[in-house]
């Protein structure tokens, strides 16, 4: 099964996510900063990234990015904005965004359509808002 890393500042979310992804049988591994998402991807190779896009203390998904430089990972972006301009930011940095809130399911299906998809253009992206529907 794959191996997933989850890069976000708040602990509970950590831990639900994983609780989450385990249960489902992917192996997961956790970060909270750039630095130590970049030590564990160095450390154990995930096949997906999801990162969490505010990491607070003005840090972003997309610092999370710059600091590994590796865009073949493929990559989540979740978020709780609703700002479309933040479609733009990400357009080269993630294959997939979520909006908050959201389903297990609906995360399991975007999951698995990332892990699927071999493109990083953010025409090619599944984004799952957060009335359940798929585009």
Known sequence: MARILIV?????YRRCLEHALSRHGYEVDTADTPASA????????????????YLGAGVTGLDVRDAIGDVSLKSIAITGMTDLSLLEQASDAFDSL???????????????????????KIADKVIVESTGTTE
Request: charged share 25%.
């Open 98 to 120: 979520l909006f908050k809130p959201f389903t297990i399911e609906q995360l399991l299906k975007l999951v698995d359509a990332t892990l699927a998809e071999g493109s990083n």
């Open 38 to 53: 970049v030590e564990s991807i160095l450390r154990s190779h995930p096949d997906l990234m999801i990162c969490d896009w």
């Open 8 to 12: 976000d500042d708040e602990p509970i």
